[in-house]
């Protein structure tokens, strides 16, 4: 049986948009991710069902907001922050959603997360 991460190992990590995921914001200013079907059901739904070839995911505000900042370089703890001094009260509870929002993502291969950065020579490990 596969293990879940449980919440309380997210304050460290760091999500990062999927290399290589085209993205782009329309005209509202929300997110659009292209997710691409490429398998090879995915091909034979498209040959004889007229499946497209690609979807366009629409995330909400919250989802739009923190999109671009899913970088590698920002942990959960750090998004969660910002979330909360973006939305105030609007987004509580701001870091269980956000947990589970990127539990989400990930199932759908949107982001993975970054490896946590090397120490330095002079660091104990």
């Known amino acids: 049986m596969k293990k879940k991460k449980k919440t309380a190992d997210y304050p460290t990590l ?3 948009r999927r290399p290589g995921l085209p993205w782009h914001q329309d005209e509202a200013g ?20 007229g499946r497209p070839r690609r979807t366009q995911v629409h995330l909400e505000k919250f989802g739009s907001f923190l999109w671009p900042l899913m970088d590698g370089n920002r942990t ?12 105030a009260e609007e987004a509580e509870p701001v870091y269980e959603r956000l947990v589970q929002y990127l539990q989400l993502l990930k199932s759908y291969g949107f982001i993975v997360f970054a490896e946590p950065p090397e120490k330095e020579s002079g660091e104990e490990k």
């Open 76 to 87: 959960v703890e750090q998004l969660a922050k910002l979330q909360r001094e973006r939305f």
């Open 14 to 16: 760091r999500p990062l």
């Open 30 to 49: 929300f997110a659009v991710l292209e997710a691409e079907h490429r398998g090879f059901f995915d091909r034979l739904a498209q040959k004889f069902w």
